[in-house]
């Protein structure tokens, strides 16, 4: 032990500098901090000291933490307190900040205040026919405005009743009214109720649209705002009751009056204001010309609400359950809208942009459109089936252009599509009478001959309908049986571009393709061009243009446009006209069309049928009306052997019969106008030289067969009375039938 104290004490080696300052510096327990632990351990040192009886300091140190804890809970109170104050005030002032700005980026997407002024109502276009009477109405159709003084009491009160009852204590938006909406939605598990007032669907109408977005709302209710600082409450009701929408194209309640009730709004009754009122939830769905028994439901509601408002007795209610008119006007579906589409799109090109309410009067007559539509869709009502025929157009006008009827198709309600003006097909035969006519301005006559025979252009070998062959036959005989080599012949003779030049003379605006099949109608073109190109047959030969709208005014009377007359000139000499009335008469007498006709009026025109049966047509005149009908299907699928001969000609002549019934009987346009000495000469000078007979025997008079498969008579008189005489009969028979006529 000694050994080891003495080693311990060994010698220690000096040191100097820092090192032997820093060496003998040692930290004592009172040089140090105190720690968090040190509170734990000093009790525990007290407690030890305290082991010789001390008791009092153990206890009264339960009470002391006792009071400590109880001053530390209220503290913790106060504190949880404050903290909820103090973020509640900073989340409010946040929810303020926001409020503030979404009101700010709202209003940024709205209108400049100083354009938010009522807009215009938009204009109406009013329609009407040749007598007068109202035909179709176009855009909205808007009633005058009418004020609110002039209104039945029960009138405005529906519509408060029924949409904003609280109206005349809110300022725009109704808290209330959104919170009790709110509840039904929810206890109905869906929209029940709607929470706008009348000032925020007046917001909504005029200034934006109908889509169901929360910009769209919150927009609405800085708008209904504005209207409310902007307008006095009379002043908004009176704005809401004029441009509501309810149904059927009629916008206010004067105009919706009038549609449903055939009255002015100022007269309408309770049971009438209530229905009027219930329309506004859903024009569409409620209109009572679409859904009666909704629509009286519905008044059935808001009667009970305006007796709940005290605006009407239960007394009253009661019996104006079941008593609006029943003068309600069916929804427009006819075949007249075809017309109203055709105005509205050539409106702009007569008058410009339609910034206020006008009047069209147009060459339409009422009693020829009724017929037309009926002839139409009664024809394909019982024949469509047979036939495999879906749609039909039909289009008449008077020598002059002037359209007095026209059907775009068989119902407008399932198609808008107007195929008597944009539909563009092939007109197959009915475009032979412009290679005739080029024929007959180059020199030939109505008894002029060609061989109707086998011919090969190209390759293309054009045949008959029935694939027979008839040898000679005259011009007036081809035309009449609708041969289509002697078509393509002439075609070639006279060169497709001449044949072109002439229809485009005569009206057909389409592209025409100058080739060889042109003369078998390939070339599409529109019913409306085609029959206008008929036109100058009917007339003496003068140039019309297809028209609709003769005068435009606007709703005081000021005229804006007065349809000039057509300066088109003579386009067609007026013994060529003669010629060609002959030979096309020929078709209705003996030739494809013999169903066609009208009993005391002298008549002509041409049958159509395009290749596989796709078209049929058929275009024929008096001197009264030029009138074409057009059957297939939009598709451009083949028909059931359906031809010009057939349906066409049967649609044609039942309006036609109808249309000439008490008119005063015509003649078409003949040569004889010019005197007889000079067209003598002009007729014996085209005579051409008789050909030879021929050399076959003259075949029996074949069954006609439908449309264009007409087997020709035996090319004699004595055979066929009714038939043209040919060239063999040389200048004698020209001559006896000018002079007599058959």
């Known amino acids: 032990m000694a050994w080891g104290r003495k080693k311990s004490g060994g010698r220690k080696e000096p040191q100097f500098g820092l090192a032997a300052s820093l060496s003998e510096l040692r930290l004592g327990p009172g040089d140090r901090v105190a720690s968090g632990d040190e509170p734990k351990k000093r009790p525990s040192a007290r407690r030890k000291a305290g082991d010789s009886g001390d008791d009092a300091p153990r206890e009264r140190k339960p009470r002391a933490k006792a009071a400590s804890s109880k001053r530390k809970s209220r503290g913790r109170a106060r504190s949880g307190l404050g903290r909820l104050v103090y973020w509640g005030a900073v989340l409010g002032l946040w929810a303020v900040i926001a409020s503030v700005g979404v009101v700010i980026w709202v209003g940024a997407h709205l209108p400049a205040i ?63 009214g959104i919170a009790r909406a709110a509840v039904a939605n929810v206890l109905h598990r869906g929209v029940s109720q709607g929470g706008s007032t ?8 005029l200034f934006l649209t109908q889509e169901r977005t929360f910009m769209r709302k919150l927009q609405e209710v800085e708008l209904a705002l ?6 006095s409450k009379t002043e908004i009701l009176e704005l809401y009751l004029n441009r509501v929408y309810f149904g059927s194209g009629a916008y206010g309640v004067e105009a919706a009056a009038q ?6 709004a100022k007269t309408v009754t309770i049971a009438e204001a209530a229905m009027l009122a219930g329309l506004v939830k859903s024009p569409s769905r409620l209109a009572p010309n679409r859904n009666p028994e909704g629509a009286e439901k519905r008044a059935q509601i808001v009667l009970a609400a305006m007796a709940d408002a005290k605006f009407i007795t239960e007394a009253q209610a009661k019996a104006s359950i079941g008593q609006p008119s029943t003068n309600v006007k069916a929804a427009g579906a006819g075949t007249i809208n075809y017309v109203a589409d055709w105005i509205g799109e050539v409106l702009d ?13 147009t060459s339409i007559d009422p009693k020829l459109q009724s017929v037309a539509e009926a002839s139409i869709i009664d024809e394909l009502a019982a024949k469509s089936v047979k036939f495999n025929v879906s749609q039909g157009a039909l289009v008449a006008m008077t020598p002059d252009g002037a359209v007095r009827a026209m059907v775009g198709g068989r119902n407008y309600a399932e198609s808008q599509f107007n195929r008597a003006v944009t539909a563009k097909r092939q007109p197959g ?26 011919l090969d252009v190209k390759g293309w070998r054009p045949e008959n309908y029935t694939h027979e062959y008839f040898g000679a036959v005259t011009l007036t005989q081809a035309l009449a049986m609708s041969l289509n080599t002697v078509a393509v012949r002439l075609g070639l003779e006279v060169g497709a571009r001449n044949v072109v030049r002439t229809a485009h003379r005569l009206g057909i605006s389409s592209k025409l393709e100058a080739n060889a099949s042109i003369a ?15 036109a100058p047959f009917a007339n003496g030969g003068r140039g019309s243009t297809p028209h609709v709208v003769t005068r435009i005014r606007t709703a005081d009377g000021k005229v804006l446009y007065v349809r000039p007359a057509d300066q088109l000139g003579q386009v067609i000499e007026p013994r060529h006209v003669a010629m060609m009335n002959t030979m096309m008469q020929e078709t209705l007498l003996s030739g494809t069309a013999r169903k066609a006709e009208i009993p005391g009026w002298m008549a002509a025109g041409k049958t159509g049928t395009s290749q596989d049966f796709r078209d049929a047509w058929f275009v024929g005149y008096t001197a009264n009306l030029v009138t074409g009908v057009w059957l297939g299907n939009d598709d451009n699928s083949p028909t059931k052997k359906a031809t010009g001969g057939g349906l066409p000609v049967e649609v044609w002549s039942r309006f036609m019969r109808a249309a000439h019934q008490g008119v005063p009987v015509a003649a078409l346009p003949s040569a004889r106008q010019g005197g007889f000495l000079t067209n003598l000469i002009q007729s014996a000078s085209q005579v051409s030289a008789p050909s030879a007979p021929q050399a076959q025997a003259p075949a029996p008079q074949a069954q006609m067969p439908p449309g264009n ?14 038939a043209r005489p040919e060239a063999a009969a040389g200048l004698d028979g020209w001559l006896v039938d000018r002079l007599f006529g058959r």
């Open 114 to 176: 100083q354009s938010l002024e009522i807009p215009k109502r938009p204009p109406t276009i009013q329609i009407t026919g040749f007598d007068g009477s109202v035909l179709a109405t176009r855009g909205e159709m808007a009633g005058a405005n009418v004020s609110l003084k002039d209104l039945p009491p029960h009138l405005p009160k529906a519509f408060i009743a029924i949409e904003d009852r609280r109206f005349y204590s809110h300022y725009g938006i109704d808290p209330f």
């Open 198 to 205: 009348l000032t925020q669907q007046l917001a909504k109408n």
């Open 226 to 231: 504005w209207l409310e600082r902007k307008h």
């Open 259 to 264: 549609r449903y009730f055939g009255k002015p």
């Open 349 to 361: 090109d007569l008058i410009g942009q339609v910034d206020q309410n006008i009047v069209v009067e």
């Open 429 to 454: 035969s009915a475009f032979k009478p412009f290679v005739y006519l080029t024929a007959i301005e180059t020199g030939l006559t109505p008894e002029t001959t060609r061989q109707d025979a086998p």
């Open 520 to 534: 078998l109608g390939t070339s599409e073109v529109s019913l409306n061009e085609l029959v206008g190109a008929y």
């Open 709 to 722: 498969a007409y087997r020709p008579p035996p090319p004699t008189r004595a055979s066929n009375p009714s």
